[in-house]
């Protein structure tokens, strides 16, 4: 579970006991509305899966933002992605500004389809599309990334069935290498057929593994040693416009940038 999580569920727990203690009747917490990135790479092996998978998570009431690489906007098309996941899914182009935003927002990074070109410049930490850069991005920033290697497996079910599994031993090799170092770096490979699952399950371990020990937080001052991202946009939401933080607190750049995309002013006190 990441940090904001948390700090959401510190910040809920503080304004019930203040309620409390002021006598003010409890107001209904929203559930936790989950936010998925899914960065499609321009394969098209699971293309018509991958997108049924992201209906599901849509049933489960999971948002979902899609990124399209400049080949996946030939492949895929964003009026196909509409069509399949309604009229109101935010469609990210090369030609869009950079969806950063969407990617610190972001729960689970998930690319519905790997292409053995993306998983290449992956695996030489080439980050030279916003695709590539997005997902190295993600792992840097600590985010769960779950692809579905399908298109970029050498031996996948597909390519034997279409007799495109003649590779010489050696280019084999050479591709299956790549997706054990993405592996290594931290990017969960599956089968298309358990995008949604795998995603499902990830978020609901997440969720399960909340540590309720958590010290109280003060709802007009964040006195940490370390100022985060997740503190910022956690105090955003509940509608504060100031933090006040004491000398000597580190603020991470990140938090910078949440504080200016969110209207709140870091003052030290």
């Known amino acids: 579970m990441d940090n904001e999580k948390l700090v959401e569920l510190v910040v809920a727990e503080v304004l019930k006991r203040l309620r409390q203690v002021s006598g003010e009747a409890p107001t209904q917490i929203p559930t936790q509305k989950y936010n998925v990135l899914a960065i499609f790479t321009g394969g098209s092996i699971g293309l018509e899966t991958s997108l049924e998978e992201l209906k599901t998570l849509q049933a489960n009431g999971i948002d979902i933002t899609v990124v399209l690489s400049q080949a996946a906007e030939t492949i895929v098309g964003e009026n196909w992605i509409k069509e399949k996941l309604g009229s109101d899914v935010r469609v990210f182009t090369s030609q869009s500004p950079y969806p950063g935003k969407y990617l610190r927002m972001a729960d689970i990074v998930l690319v519905p389809v790997l292409t053995q070109n993306t ?17 190295m991005q993600a792992l840097m920033l600590g985010k769960h990334v779950i692809a579905a290697a399908n298109a970029a497996d050498p031996q996948d079910g597909w390519r034997i069935e279409k007799n495109m599994g003649q590779s010489s031993p050696a280019l084999c090799e050479a591709l299956e290498n790549n997706l054990k170092k993405i592996a290594a770096f931290g990017v969960e490979l599956i089968s298309v057929t358990k995008l949604a699952a795998s995603a499902k399950k990830l978020l609901s371990r997440d969720q399960n593994t909340i540590s309720t020990n958590v010290p109280a937080v003060s709802a007009n001052n964040f006195k940490k040693q370390v100022l985060d991202a997740a503190a910022v946009r956690g105090a955003a939401q509940i509608g504060m416009k100031t933090l006040r933080v004491a000398q000597g607190t580190i603020i991470t750049p990140l938090a910078r940038d949440v504080a200016r995309e969110c209207h709140v002013d870091i003052v030290w006190e």
């Open 119 to 135: 998983a290449a410049k992956l695996a030489h930490t080439v980050a030279d599309t916003m695709v590539c850069t997005l997902i």
